[in-house]
């Protein structure tokens, strides 16, 4: 003991040079020296506690129980533990704990060496990096989209196939990965395939592999996607461009959990979950029998619907500053927000390309500022004119042509992202009266409708 | 390192007290949310009037322990590490709270009897080499 008392304090010194509290204990778990910093954590000073058992001087939640600082003694290992210690100002502050065995003369360890790291600030910060909701990268705070959060763990919980519908930009890809960390298979890969982005014959390919010769320039074996994600999950993107004749070998794929690589006569067995994505509607391709029925009912056992951005109320601001804030920072920028003026500029706009469009304005608007706020004149002209760049795709509801809707689109700036298409409609027939000074068959014209259809919206929408 | 709390108000007084010390074994549990157990003790004059009780709890629960300390009209609490939320609860409550004591209930108590204890004091046991001598 007295040899380890004075081996204690020689070592107090190399001790307070740490950067996280460090104590020293005998075989029996007791204290013989802390530094500095564990003595501000405890409110303990290090020579009143000397003998002290461990736990009863650092107070974690193992306490109480039968201490793991000794665990190095018995095994010889290192153990590194999560837990909490209640501190001097009466704070539970979160902690790793790592002990390590100290070897004496003899061949068993004959003391341990300590470390009470302090990881609040890593806690923060990493609930910080998470958002909200504590999924990567989905920020979202509207109702509808809190919905699509709490499911994700229901899904994540089960192998069954999903089918993540939404248009384009609203985050399937990022939702999908989601569910993949939340499942039993995070450790395991997650493999993206896009199925629309290969011919037929490539993808079968890409998606099942291949053995050597079995065509031309089929040099070695390829393993496929499938095979790449065993034990994971793969997520299969742009489903409902799949071409037909590679549907039915997926819907084998899926039942079986079995396929046959192409040129290969061995069947390969896969444990993979299928998570699959579109932003077209799949109903509506299986009655064009352009996808079939089988696989659509295979593919949606659980189907997730992302809202597009325009519904999602709220969210626009909390996205704005969420890019905002890593955009300024990649570029090195003193951007701090947007002006009022520019924030209602973006919660005005419509957003047909949703979180993707809005991600790409704010990285337009934190690139061009020269200020400490983004004003409207920092965002991109089409912004602006309150117009999307592409068209906006109408409900399929909404038994109006492209054309109508191009010819007012220029003065549907003021209305709300969030507005209904009904809402806009009947916007539009308005404005085209009033221009047209009342005259129902030039407000037709303009809006490319026939008289008859505009007379039954006008009755629709309670103005005739 | 400063011990900034004392305990004393006169408890060698004519006043009755009731005293609570959340145990582990033989000891002031090191933290007061993960006791299972308590010590319950009646004093008069310096004196305890009679033998303490030991109370078991369901389960380690810093609430149920603040439970107990009103419905027994516990007027000092001895323990461990306490949670401020916990701390101030009991103070608003005029519950006398001696924090961060490490050692043995009964020499706990006997410094709290005569006005000793102070918030980090630890109490000498047959694991200490420290400390101040009753």
Redesign the interface.
Known sequence: MKRFESVARESLEILNGLPHGAALLDGEC?LLAMNSRL?ALT???S???????G???I?N?S??ERSPFGEPIRTGAPVSMESD????????VPVRITAAPLKGPGPSPAAILLFVEDVSVIQKLDALAQGPRSLPDLVASSPRMQEVLEFVPVVANTDATLLITGETGTGKDLLAEAVHRASRRAKSPFVKVNCGALPESLLESELFGHSRGAFTGAHADKPGMFRLAQGGTIFLTEIGDLPLPLQGKLLTALDDRAFYPLGSSRQVEVDVRVIAGTHRDLKELVARERFRQDLYFRLNVLGIHLPPLREREGDVRLLTDHFLERFARGLGKAVKGLSPQALAVLERYAYPGNVRELRNIVEHAATVCRQELVRPGDLPDYVLRGAAPEPVEPPASAGSSAGGLDGARGGLGGLPGKATWSEVERRMIMEALVECRGHRGEAARKLGWGRSTLWRKMRRHGMA | MAKDETARDGLSGSRSLNLLVPLLGETVAPRFDLAREVLIARARKGRLTAEPRVVLLPGPSAEEICRLVLSERITHVVCGGIEDVHYQYLTWKKVQVVDRVIGNWEGALRLLLSSELRAGEVVPGPWSVAGRTP
């Open positions: 007791r003595e409110g303990h000073a020579e009143d506690v000397a003998g002290v058992p736990g009863h001087v107070r939640r306490s109480h210690v209640v501190s001097a100002d009466r704070r539970r």
